[in-house]
Each structure stands twice: as structure tokens, then as C-alpha cells.
């Protein structure tokens, strides 16, 4: 016998209040995905630089996959890291993808880990994207365009702060230097994608046009590809940019300490997910947010405690 | 079909290819929007700001009557954090023979809103709110629908469950007054660890008949969508009716694409 109209509607008003109830809930978080700063230079890496555009593609996969790997494992499986994980992400990079890959797919259980640390990433990887776009693009003022990506990226609540951030004092939380100790080799690939990210900029900015871009960039590309077969295991902390792209640093302070900082929570995120201090999923979640809040967001800058102050730099 | 209706089709096909942008990641294949190219939807928008254009064609090669072919364009717009709106006019074949709320030239208008995404203990839940205001062929009263969706993840394998209602604003003859929509459906990106391009889905559904006296139109579906450029994403489909009125689909078959920028 057919029900009547009224309910199901009340079926559905059910299910709207089961929604809101959830809404309670301390893991009921939201999406929040925003578009790219849309313009015309969008796209002029993979365009114009593919051969560079494709490495970057590469990198997306590399923390994605590292990522989910550890929290898979409890971040105690050495060979399933240093051996499988790493070894599949180099043959992701082997393929040359001419796209980036879909991260959820690669890290299902992670984004649903820590989904707000993600779309921090997600929207910091984008400026990262519009900055390579600008720089390999024929846009004729490309301080503006900077500036006007870069002032879209301080409208997100996810932005990260752009104040220089203390990365020594970082790194000495109580579970730092857990990833690297236990799996220096995919710490030192990681390490070498952040030294492609930031090494770049300076020879982008300093080329007058597409040829010269692209002669630019292959001395970098090269010694990347040298580190992803014999990761950099000597170093003992992450490339920065202004050690890179002292130029860009110098003119895009703001921008590259967003970068800086953007690297030094990846590292941060990888320590959390090996360290037995922080046993279950739970206390992990818990940590990442904590830090995210609470010393990386531009939102916290008012009490960040990490910040370095003027005073401090002086000295 | 008839000249014109065809005629409509041809134009808008030709629109939508000469829109097409130079190829750049915007639209993203893992997105799954209705008819796209099959009937079910996940639970997620598209991001805050973003533009997106779908169309298809659609052929329901009908056990009973002639094969019906439907144009599908449709523009929609992430106005929000976490909400898209959608303008849609579906153009059909022989429309003085339809039934039920989709009527050839209806003006459709949506707003789907995601409510969370989805963690290790939630699935995402999103609600979806159309109206059809009745300026195509042989339409009388705006049609309201809402729906219910779920989204939840295994490893690789996302489930989805949609669940809506359609009110009829004045329905004619034997037209039921409101009719109930069930799906159930799994998507699956193809390819890992290597390529991300593809998603295959599969769905499972039934839905009443737009006329009373006639026994749940139930059906299964089968489509792909890949990622064709940055911004460009190609899908199809095919689909049968198992269960149903005599004029039921005995083939369903689905091409289209959409394009974000």
C-alpha cells in the first residue's frame, strides 16, 4: 500500500534532524574547498614547463602516499616505508604525470584523519602553484599578480601565517625527529622535494623568457633527480628558501615564509603519525589540530608563541 | 524525434565544444555530479567559486514506444563554502508524449549543500533542493524535489546512498503527486598507484512510476568518468531497467562532459 506524501516528507525531515544532531559531534568538521585564484596565467607551468609541472605532480603524491602509509602501519614498519611506499611514489615521478593526481584516492584514511590539516595544505599548495604559474607565465607585472595571489590566499581561514616561524623550536616537540631518525631515506626524498619547491624560484625569476626558463630550470631538475636516487641522508634539516631563492626570499618575504613554514608542518605531520607518544588515531588528530591551531594558522598570530619577533631576528 | 528538438541538441553540442578552454586541475573526475553520467550523486560540492559546464546526451531505448533522447546542459556554480547552484534545462525528444515531472524545456534550479566532510566516523551527508518552474512543453506547476545524500568511504571504494522526494506543483491525468527516488551506488578510482584519471561507478536504484497503477521503474547503471585535461572531464554510461512499467528502459546509454574554470 502506497504511503502518503506527508510521510515521507516526515522521513525526511527525520533524516535533516539526524544531520543537525550530528552537527554536535566533536569529528562533524567542514569541507570548505575553495577555487584557485582564477587568471589568465593559470596553467602556464603545465603548459609551458611541462617537464617541471610533471615533477611537481609527482611531489603531490609523496606526502599523500607517505602519509597514509604511516598511519596504516602505526609508523613502525620500516621496510613498508623506506622500501614499498617510497619505491611507489618513485614510480609515480617515473611516469611523468601530466596531471596532478586526486590525493583522496591516495590517502583515503588520512583525509578523513585529518581533513582540516589537508585543506591547510590544499590551499597552500595552490598558492604554491599560482606562484610557479606567475613566474613561468608572460604576465608583465608579476609583483602585482603576486601580490594579488597572495592577498587571496590570507582570505582563507586554512592560510598558513606569514610571519617567519621559529622551525628550530619546531622541531623540538616532544615526538620531532621521530620520521627522520626512524626512515631517513623517505625523510630525504621528502627533503628533496622541498628543495625543487623552493630552488626554482630564483632561476624563474632571473630568465627573460620561455628558453631561457626552461635551460633555467634543468641544472635543478637534475640535481633532484640525482637526490630521488641517492637521498640527500647528510642533511639534517629541511632546504629553505631564502638558502635557494635567496632573491625571491628577500622580495617575497611573506610568500616564502608561507612556503617555509608549509614545509616544516609536513615535517611536523610526519613526526606525529611515527611517534608512539601519540598511540591511536585519536591522540594523533588531537596533535595535528593542536599544532595547526595553534602555531601555523595566520589566524593564531596574535598569540603564536613561534613567531620570530623583529627583536629576536635583530639578534 | 522531431526536427527542431533535434535541431536544439545540435546547437547546444556545438555551444558546449566551441566553450571548451585550452587544456590546463579544476573539475575534478572524483566529483559526482547527477547524470553524469549516471543517475546518482556524492555527497560534495564543487569548491567555493568555481564555474563548472555539463552537458550530455542521454538515449533510453524504450522496451515499449519510441528511444527517447535528452539533451542535459547544465551550468553550475559553487556560490558557497560547500554549496554549488545549478540551472539546468533539459531539452527532450517528443516532448508531448512525457510524463511526470521532467518536462522538455523545464527551467530547473538546485542548491546542493554539503553539511561535513567525511571523517573516520562520519560519512559526509549533503541535501539537495530542486525546483522545476514549468516553462518547457506541456508543463503545468513547479515540481520541488529534495534529496538526501551519503557518502562514505572504504580504503578506495566510496558508497553512496541517494534518497529523494519530487512533488508534483499540478499533476495531470494519472500523474502521481509525488514520486520517491532511491540509489544505491559505489564509485572507484581506477589506476592506483600509477594513474588517477579514471573513476569507474555503479548504481542500483528504483523509483516510482510517474503514473499510478504501474510497478517501480528499478534499474542498475554503469559509467566512467576521466579526467580528460585539467579542466575538461569526459563520462559515460550505459544502464537497463530490470523491473517496471511496459515501456521501462531496456537500454540506457550516456555521453557527456563537463568543463571547470
Redesign the interface.
Known sequence: MMRP?SN??GA?VV??TV?FV??G?S??????????Y?AFW??AL??DLAELDSEFNGVD?GHS?LYENLLLTGGKDVPAIEDRARK?TL??IA?K?R????E???A??Y???A?RAQNTFDEAHALHRATYDIMASDEPDKDRALRNVLAYYRESAYAITAKRLDHHRLDQLPYSKTFRQRFPLFNATIWSYHYLQVAVYDPLQAARDLAAKTQAVRPILATYRRYLEQPPVEWTFMPLTAGLSPSFAARYTEIANIFDNLHMLHDNISDILASELLPT?DAK?AEIYRLVDTYYLASADATNPMIVRDREHHH | MNRPGLRSICAMIVLLCGLLPRPGLALDHDNLDPNRPIGMEDAYAIPKGEIGMEGGVRFNDRREGSTRVTFQPQIIYGAFYNAQIEIQGDLMSDPHTLVGAAKSGDLHLGLLYNFNTETISLPAFAARVEVDLPTGVNSKGVDTQMTGILTRSFGRLRAHLNAGYTILGSPQGQERPGTYRAVAAVSYPLGYPTSFRDTLIASLYTRESDLRGQRNHSGIEIGLRHQLTSRVVLDGGLGTEFAGPADRAALLGTIGLSVGF
Open positions: 506524501p515521507r516528507l525526511l533524516l535533516t544531520v550530528l552537527a559531534c569529528q562533524f568538521e567542514p569541507r570548505d574547498k575553495r577555487f584557485y582564477r593559470n596553467f603545465r603548459e603524491f602516499n611507489e614510480a609515480f611516469t604525470p596531471l596532478n593526481p586526486n583522496e584516492a591516495i583515503p584514511t583525509m578523513k584523519l581533513w588515531w588528530r
